[in-house]
Nanobody
Framework: QVQVVESGGGLVQAGGSLRLSCTASGLTFGNYAMGWFRQAPGKEREGVSC????????YYTDSVRGRFTISQDNAKNTLLLQMNSLKPEDTAMYYC?????????????????WGRGTQVTVSS
């Protein structure tokens, strides 16, 4: 049974940093592209960042490029999202997910395993 668990969310002031972590059991990390999504109240789920199965290609949505960094340790089945220079508009529930393909998708449709999310709140 596959289990995806996020951690690292919290309350931070604008300009601060958080590091989100995602661990996955029951699947081999290197066989999947992995991504981070977020969803704010009343808004659609948005793709934040993703990485191909071996991490050699990454994607960032425009609003976070230059501030967020995705990384992974396949040996530890761990995906990280370093978030710097946080803004109030980054406030959302953040989800980690595994894409069934080796190349990550920017939208949620191809992601088959999802965590329950970790809340990130950025105060102004």
């Amino acid at each position: 049974q596959v289990q995806v668990v996020e951690s690292g969310g919290g309350l931070v002031q604008a300009g601060g940093s958080l590091r989100l972590s995602c661990t996955a059991s029951g699947l081999t990390f290197g066989n999947y592209a992995m991504g981070w999504f977020r969803q704010a109240p009343g808004k659609e789920r948005e793709g934040v960042s993703c990485a191909n199965w071996n991490g050699d290609s990454t994607y960032y949505t425009d609003s976070v490029r230059g501030r967020f960094t995705i990384s992974q340790d396949n040996a530890k089945n761990t995906l990280l999202l370093q978030m710097n220079s946080l803004k109030p508009e980054d406030t959302a529930m953040y989800y980690c997910a595994a894409d069934y393909r080796w190349v990550c998708g920017r939208g949620p449709a191809t992601y088959v395993y999802w965590g329950r999310g970790t809340q990130v709140t950025v105060s102004s």
